[in-house]
């Protein structure tokens, strides 16, 4: 582990050594007799020390410099292609937190965690917030034991941003101490939200007293809930912005009021006293790879009903397959680290399942790691979408690359480096959404460059068939109001042809041909994307689908 991880840094980029093992020699020696004796005794210094600390000590690290060609102001216009804007709702906005399952319904009414509650998004045209005592986020979902919709969100310490006053995050002192200082919750809640417009707050279930807490968690109302968990501060980080790593835990919701922790697992490294292990790794002590778990494991089909694989992330430590044959004991089938990685940013943000379908069968068993841009400005190298296949679970391969984002040909930047603020993804369309998905259609928010869609049709090549990029909202001056750029979560509903993009601003309601005409009236759900969700979440609700079984079949 890098010696010179908790020492004091510039903020010019570069790591300072600690006093005493800096390159170079001393004011005094440079006093010190003649002339050329220092010249001399200046290139003997260095060079002796560069054997052991190499050219630069400390180096040129993230964040590098801001591109000379950005603007200078925020660029406010839009910019459309093969989309259309059905609606916008300013000062109004959807969260994701855990974005992977986020809607509730009930007949006609759909409803998505937003802004002071709920986003009621039932009338595509006039989406309307719908405030509560309580406002309860996170995976949302249908409990069919307990009858009952609960919401599971996450809590933690606050992150260590890299901003102009603090550009290496957590290895400024001062934002060291907000993270390591946090007092609340550090685990997950449980909500009961059958009654959206009163949720009954069930359990604040604590994972530990120190370390990160829970971030970008997995439940679909069924036994178990997967949690990217830092639990304890022994989990060290490189990244700016955390102080903690995390890694996976398992818990049994069985009772959201009384939840109880089922196992633990982290990739040896991690943790202190791991040292030799996570010296083994060529980005160990660079300050700015993501060495810990973003989000938990994605588990597509349910391992209370039999499975046993489920892809899972670790950052830096790469896109891994988990083995939850003995759920008590997890361990991996596979780590793939792929060849071409970069430092900085998230190598995956969030892990995208693709619905298997007979209509594609070359998308079965295909999943998308999804990264995330910490830097604003392309700061940091940047990476794209990842189309990986996971056939064999003990030999998962990297097939395709999405391709990057072209800024408009009208636009003020010739880059989207230079449009000013995070390029690269973040939240993407919900795995559990209504209606039957579409295996080759993918939409996500690519913060300042809009929201893109995709053409999955050939894993290998995924093609760009749409986009949308707000106006930028901010104000220049003040850093945080831009940074991240301009779209943040994505929404599609597949039963009504709609696509919903979540900004700083406001909430855009969208519509592509490449999705289908688009159904513009409120619409009861009569199935949703994961078919072990379908059973008896609503009176309207088929309950014959369950993995294409019949309930009757199943319980043979």
Not at 190 to 212: A, H
Not at 364 to 384: H, K, L, T, Y
Request: proline share 9%; glycine share 10%; with cysteine.
């Amino acid at each position: 582990m890098s010696k010179n991880r908790n020492h004091p840094v510039s903020c010019e980029g570069d790591a300072l050594a600690p006093a005493g093992e800096r390159g170079g020699v001393s004011r005094r020696a440079l006093l010190k007799g003649t002339l050329a004796a220092a010249g001399a005794g200046i290139a003997g210094a260095v060079a002796a020390r560069a054997q052991i600390v190499g050219v630069m000590p400390g180096g040129g690290t993230v964040p590098y410099r801001r591109p000379l060609g950005s603007l200078d102001y925020l660029d406010r216009n839009e910019y459309l292609h093969n989309m259309e804007i059905i609606s916008y709702t300013p000062g109004v906005t959807f969260s994701a937190g855990e974005p992977l399952m986020n809607m509730f319904a009930r007949g006609k009414q759909r409803l998505i965690p937003g802004t002071g509650g709920w986003l009621d998004i039932s009338e595509p045209r006039k989406p309307v917030v719908i405030e509560t005592p309580t406002r309860a986020r996170g995976c949302v979902a249908y409990n069919t034991n307990l009858k009952k919709w609960i919401a599971m969100g996450s809590a933690g310490a606050p992150i260590t941003g890299s901003r102009p006053e603090f550009p290496h995050g957590q290895y400024h002192p001062e934002e060291r101490a907000r993270a390591t200082g946090y007092t609340g919750l550090r685990g997950i809640r449980t909500w009961d939200v059958t009654d959206p417009r009163n949720p009954e707050l069930l359990q604040e279930y604590s994972i530990g007293k120190t370390g990160k807490g829970t971030h970008m968690n997995w439940y679909d109302g069924g036994k178990y809930a997967y949690l990217s968990a830092g639990w304890d501060d022994t989990f060290f980080f490189e990244n700016t912005q955390r102080v903690f790593g995390s890694g996976l835990m398992i818990v049994d919701l069985t009772d959201p009021a009384n939840i109880k922790e089922v196992s633990k697992f982290w990739i040896p490294g991690q943790r202190k006293g791991e040292e030799a292990e996570y010296m083994k790794y060529w980005w160990a002590g660079d300050n700015s790879s993501w060495n810990g778990s973003h989000c938990a494991a994605s588990v597509p089909r349910r391992v209370e009903d039999g499975a046993r694989y489920a892809p899972g992330e670790f950052g830096h430590y790469g896109f891994v397959v988990y083995d939850f044959a003995d759920i008590t004991k997890p361990k991996l089938a596979a780590q793939l680290q792929w060849s071409h990685e970069t430092p900085g940013g998230i190598p995956y943000h969030t892990l995208y399942p693709i619905h298997p379908s007979p209509s594609h069968p070359q998308l079965n068993n295909m999943v998308i790691g999804i990264p995330e841009p910490i830097q604003a400005d392309c700061r940091e190298p940047v990476r794209f979408p990842r189309m990986i296949d996971m056939s064999d679970p003990y030999n998962p391969r990297i097939v395709g690359l999405f391709p990057k984002p072209q800024a408009p040909k009208n636009a003020p930047y010739a880059d989207f480096c230079f449009a000013r603020g995070r390029l690269g993804t973040h939240n993407c369309q919900p795995w559990l959404a209504p209606g039957e998905s579409r295996p080759e259609f993918f939409a996500c928010a690519w913060f300042v460059a809009g929201i893109r869609v995709h053409d999955l049709t050939d894993p290998t090549q995924p093609k760009e068939v749409a986009w949308f990029v707000p106006g930028h909202s901010g104000d220049i001056e003040d850093y945080d109001s831009w940074r991240r750029g301009t779209s943040e979560n994505a929404q599609v509903e597949w039963d009504r042809n709609l696509i919903w993009l979540s900004t700083h601003a406001g909430t855009y309601c969208l519509s592509t041909p490449f999705l289908g005409k688009p159904i513009l009236e409120p619409r009861a759900i009569e199935r949703w994307t994961a078919p072990h969700c379908n059973v008896g979440w609503d009176d309207a609700t088929p309950k014959a689908f369950y993995f294409g079984r019949g309930l009757s079949r199943l319980a043979k």
